[in-house]
């Protein structure tokens, strides 16, 4: 059962967490209730929870920040309950981070932006490629990568592919002025690599596989597949740019 949940989306495992801290948690007060006759308060009570939540998912694998949000979740329920807030700003709040992570939900892609040294040396690396070269950021987030090669690249064609909606109208907009670069509202599943010299990608383990085998049924010899951080299961990176950055990020090259 562990096992299978390692594997599934990560919206799934954050709440399997939420849910199996609260049972610990509960289980835990009802026990020293029962034997020592003590009740814990409910900010006590909510804080544990919330440290057995981020315990719990970090075992299952969760990244970072699905950590702090397992740690804060009830934590800030609770102190919004407190303020006596509209149902309405639960709703609301709920909704937001849906539209910022929807692939995280359908895709096992969680948001994950490119930082600024990943953005140099992706360009430093694409000095080679004819002036002209097109390229997809297959989840390109916020767009600031495309943003950072249209202002580098000016003749280069650039298109960004993103699904989770509030993301999208950010990268939508951010490209918009730039002549050489468009957005798309498209999964990168249905996005077609043959036009492309360059297909870069930030996304997670979970697609690598997949992905690879698009790229062998679709990209021209001679393309190139670069991925931040995540490896193809199998395939040795062809070059690998190491980015000493916090995250201990890799700028990952296969050539077609």
Not at 3 to 23: E, K, N, S, W
Not at 29 to 37: H, K, N, R, S, T
Request: charged fraction near 15%; hydrophobic fraction near 55%.
């Amino acid at each position: 059962m562990f096992d299978f949940l390692r594997v599934r989306y990560p919206a799934v495992r954050a709440l399997f967490a939420q849910i199996l801290a609260l049972a610990v948690v509960a289980l835990m007060l009802i026990v020293l209730l029962q034997l020592a006759g003590w009740r814990a308060p409910l900010w006590l009570a909510a804080l544990l929870q919330g440290l057995c939540a981020a315990g719990l998912g970090q075992w299952l694998g969760l990244r970072r920040w699905w950590l702090l949000l397992n740690l804060a979740f009830v934590p800030a329920l609770l102190a919004l309950q407190a303020r006596e807030l509209p149902s309405a700003w639960f709703f609301g709040a709920f909704l937001f981070l849906l539209l910022i992570n929807w692939n995280s939900v359908r895709e096992q892609v969680p948001l994950y932006l490119s930082g600024a040294r990943a953005r140099r040396r992706l360009s430093e690396y694409l000095a080679d490629q004819p002036a002209d070269f097109r390229l997809v950021d297959l989840g390109c987030g916020l767009g600031g990568t495309l943003v950072h090669l249209a202002r580098d690249y000016p003749q280069a064609r650039l298109v960004g592919v993103e699904t989770a909606p509030l993301v999208f109208l950010c990268a939508w907009l951010r490209c918009l002025p730039r002549r050489n670069c468009q957005v798309r509202y498209r999964s990168l599943w249905h996005e077609d690599l043959a036009p492309y010299d360059v297909a870069y990608c930030f996304l997670s383990p979970a697609p690598m596989a997949k992905l690879w085998a698009k790229v062998q049924g679709q990209m021209r010899p001679g393309s190139l597949l670069i991925s931040n951080t995540f490896a193809v299961p199998g395939v040795p990176a062809d070059e690998v740019i190491e980015l000493h950055d916090w995250r201990q990020g890799r700028l990952l090259i296969w050539r077609r």
